[in-house]
Nanobody, 121 residues
Framework: QVQLVESGGGLVQAGGSLRLSCAAS??????GGWFRQAPGQEREIVAV????????YYADAVKGRFTISRDNAKNTFYLQMNSLEPEDTAAYYC????????????????WGQGTQVTVSS
């Protein structure tokens, strides 16, 4: 059974760091993405990585602070979040797609369960 298992969320003070992990079982995906959803907001894309391990996209709000990476041997991808701000508080979701599209959330075939990130000021 193909599934994604997320880990790594938590509570951190502003300026701190967290690393999220997304372990994928099953067949190799084309793109892995991280999304986030704050209360009352739509789910937005944060970062995307190719199967090859090359980062494909960062949202403007996280450029220079967040880094997406992948460990092919573990079929796991990560989101290293540094210099966290209260505005980063949200539920974070990983997702994978087996196709060629990656920008919109509808392109993703499989989603993780979500992990809460809370940044206090």
């Amino acid at each position: 059974q193909v599934q994604l298992v997320e880990s790594g969320g938590g509570l951190v003070q502003a300026g701190g760091s967290l690393r999220l992990s997304c372990a994928a079982s099953g067949r190799t995906f084309s793109y892995g993405g991280w999304f986030r959803q704050a209360p009352g907001q739509e789910r937005e894309i944060v970062a995307v990585i190719r199967w090859s391990g090359v980062p494909r996209y960062y949202a403007d709000a996280v450029k220079g602070r967040f880094t997406i990476s992948r460990d092919n041997a573990k079929n796991t991808f990560y989101l290293q979040m540094n210099s966290l701000e209260p505005e980063d508080t949200a539920a974070y979701y990983c997702a994978v797609t087996y196709g060629n599209s990656w920008l919109h959330r509808d392109a993703y075939d499989l989603w993780g369960q979500g992990t809460q990130v809370t940044v206090s000021s």
